[in-house]
């Protein structure tokens, strides 16, 4: 069983930035954490992706938040953040993050894992 527990959210005021931090933890041995990403879903709408980390270094962000979202992370470590900036109210929504984890070397797709998620609200 992984855990990911995601900090960081808050309110702020439109132009403002944030910091989410996000770590994962096992409650066993496990082989290889595959990648990290982030989520969020506002009220009443689907969730949506935001970015991720893989193994290999790669990192990359969705296109409606290029420019002004920063992802980074250390998929060995089980860490990721997410630095976001020039917020706006379309950015309000529960943001989460998640890992795809390999319990084993002979596990053959990976398991999704989850936060609780964290609450970002911009508003003036």
């Known amino acids: 069983q992984v855990q990911l527990v995601e900090t960081g959210g808050g309110l702020v005021q439109p132009g403002g930035s944030l910091r989410l931090s996000c770590t994962a933890s096992?409650?066993?041995?496990?082989?290889?954490?595959?990648?990290m990403g982030w989520y969020r879903q506002a009220p009443g709408k689907q969730r949506e992706w935001v970015a991720s980390?893989?193994?290999?270094?790669?990192?990359t962000v969705a296109y409606s938040v290029k420019g002004r979202f920063t992802v980074a992370g250390d998929t060995n470590k089980g860490t990721m953040y997410l630095e976001m900036n020039s917020l706006n109210p379309t950015d309000t929504a529960v943001y989460y993050c998640y890992a795809q984890v390999y319990d084993t070397a002979w596990t053959p797709r990976p398991d999704d894992y989850w936060g609780q998620g964290t609450q970002v609200t911009v508003s003036s």
């Open positions: 096992a409650s066993r041995i496990i082989y290889k954490i595959n990648g």
């Open positions: 980390v893989n193994s290999d270094g790669g990192e």
